[in-house]
């Protein structure tokens, strides 16, 4: 009896909803249609741990990718020496490193890669690079294999390069070769195979992209400290989507565009740029006139951060907003002024 009733109701089922006349059918909305909303995907950062044949790390690397379907980005190298929390980060253990990374670029990183002398090997394949070498290089018997001058540097030789100086040489001398291997690198990535770190290569080189240096202040006794305005001023200008590693890290917001044509993209990579972390943009449910404000939970209490961040906009109340919600900045006719966006032509 089954057998005969499913297909005969499907049948009839299917009829019946054919003929209906009292049904609605639903249409999500469009980016110009009110109650559009789309999440901001934050950008793709990956934490490269520099090690030895000792598992030490030796230095850091965070990759800042454009954007999920941008090419280009960033290099960022974070010195192994770097004086965190009364700690150096070099002797930390990889995640623990990252962790500290995380803290001081104050920037949720969601991959770590660990590449040592066998990675390297793997991902550079035969790739090589002639770089100027301001210093000589010794391995861990002390004997020198990179002399000073034109070296070639390849395969699992890579790591020893980027690790190590002889005894008594300037501890952040390892920086200076970082920075001509990365460059190196980016000028000529190796070949794209089936790891993944190859393709973010790839990715990064054949678009805009550089290789900065963390700022950092160098104290008496030699050992550098994050120079956070430094820091924030760098990740501002080379991560266009940055997203906090904890609460409080940086001021997320929502942007709802209650005119019916802001430019969406222009205002989420304004706010951007000035650290904030844009969790979403879309439409309000209706399109009309007025200013630009923000609202914020009453339990809010950095208005004051705010408006340093977004000055001239008014701050509104709304109980409808909970303590661990978004800011939510209301785009009105005025945001281009308020936002100090360029005058339009």
């Known amino acids: 009896m089954l057998l005969v009733a499913v297909p005969a109701l499907g049948y009839f089922g299917f009829r019946t909803l054919l003929d209906s006349r009292t049904g609605t059918f639903v249409e999500n909305p469009g980016p110009a249609d009110p109650g559009w909303q789309a999440l901001v995907d934050p950008s793709p950062l990956t934490a490269v741990v520099e090690i030895d044949h000792d598992d030490r790390v030796t230095g850091i690397a965070v990759l800042a990718e454009q954007g999920l379907t941008l090419n280009g980005g960033a290099v960022i190298l974070v010195p192994a020496e770097l004086n965190v929390g009364d700690r150096i980060l070099g002797s930390l253990a990889p995640k623990d490193a990252v962790d500290q990374v995380e803290a001081v670029l104050k920037l949720r990183i969601p991959v770590i890669e660990v590449v040592g002398q066998d990675r390297w090997a793997e991902i550079l394949q035969g790739t090589t690079y002639s770089l100027q070498n301001p210093d000589p290089v010794a391995d861990a018997d002390g004997d020198v294999v990179f002399p000073v001058g034109e070296v070639d540097v390849g395969g699992g030789r890579a790591a020893l390069f980027l690790g190590r100086s002889v005894p008594g040489a300037d501890s952040l001398a390892t920086l200076v070769r970082r920075e001509l291997f990365w ?106 006139s007025g200013p630009t404000v923000l609202w914020v939970s009453p339990e809010f209490g950095a208005v004051e951060e705010l408006q340093v961040d977004l000055p001239g906009i008014a701050v509104v109340s709304d109980s409808a907003l909970s303590r661990r919600d978004p800011i939510v900045l209301r785009l009105g006719d005025d945001y281009q002024d308020v936002l100090g966006f360029p005058a339009s032509p």
């Open 183 to 288: 460059n190196g690198l980016l000028q000529n990535p190796p070949p794209v195979g089936t790891d993944a770190l190859s393709r973010q290569f790839e990715s990064i080189a054949s678009g805009s992209h550089e290789v900065s240096i963390l700022p950092f202040d160098r104290g008496a006794a030699g050992a550098p400290a994050p120079d956070t305005a430094g820091i924030e001023e760098l990740v501002n200008r080379l991560v266009p989507f940055p997203a906090g590693a904890s609460d409080g890290d940086r001021l997320r917001i929502d942007i709802v565009d209650r005119t019916g044509a802001a430019d969406l993209d222009a205002v989420a990579n304004t706010l951007g740029s000035r650290g904030l972390e844009v969790v979403s943009i879309g439409n309000s449910s209706s399109f009309g």
